[in-house]
């Protein structure tokens, strides 16, 4: 499976991103897709996530309300929507895919993108 993640840019604080991450290959086995950020210095956390068969998704407290996980199967696509963002939120935004369960886990993703950056600034 490979993964293309797109939609970074710079906003200032307040303002909104449409993240995408378009799948391609044996997208047959992925079950779970998921959306991390990785800010200078620090450890790649969790963000969102949702199954690509079936409804429920999953956020991590600091963006739950503000960012919403969606896919749009027909296009092998899932997008992340931010709104309000804010400072904190800078970070490089990766998509990640797996055929498991986990959805929190990075270890558990076997297929990752590029990552697009996300810079929040005024």
């Known amino acids: 499976v490979q993964l293309q993640a797109s939609g970074g840019g710079f906003v200032q604080p307040g303002g909104s991103l449409r993240l995408s991450c378009t799948a391609s290959g044996r997208t047959s086995s992925v079950n779970t897709f998921g959306w991390f950020r990785q800010a200078p210095g620090k450890e790649r956390a969790f963000v969102a996530a949702?199954?690509?068969?079936?409804?429920?998704?999953y956020y991590a407290n600091s963006v739950r309300g503000r960012f919403t996980i969606s896919r749009d199967n027909a296009k092998d696509t899932v997008y992340l929507r931010m709104n309000n963002l804010q400072p904190e939120d800078t970070a490089t935004y990766y998509c990640?895919?797996?055929?498991?369960?986990?959805?929190?886990?990075?270890?558990?993703?076997?297929?990752w993108g590029q990552g697009t950056q996300v810079t929040v600034s005024s």
């Open positions: 949702v199954r690509w068969r079936g409804s429920p998704t």
């Open positions: 990640g895919t797996h055929s498991k369960s986990d959805m929190y886990n990075r270890d558990e993703y076997d297929y």
